[in-house]
């Protein structure tokens, strides 16, 4: 499962977004670093290239990743 989450979310905040990877094996956590709730609050290309990969070849990105 893939997970993407802003820096500075007012309403989910990133510690949430890391419980909700540790609770799925193999979950990977993007943090795109940046305000507002949800990552489409302030677009990223890096953030669209990783979301791209996963829904079109199945690929998760590496722990870490922003």
């Not at 979950?27 to 949800?38: D, F, K, T």
């Amino acid at each position: 499962i893939l997970i993407l989450s802003t820096t500075w979310d007012p309403v989910c905040p990133l510690i949430s977004a890391k419980k909700a990877q540790n609770s799925f094996e193999g979950a990977r956590l993007v943090e795109q670093i940046s305000y507002g709730h949800c990552t489409l609050s302030m677009p990223s290309l890096c953030t669209v290239g990783h979301l791209r990969r996963y829904f079109v070849e199945g690929i998760l990105p590496e722990p870490r990743a922003t």
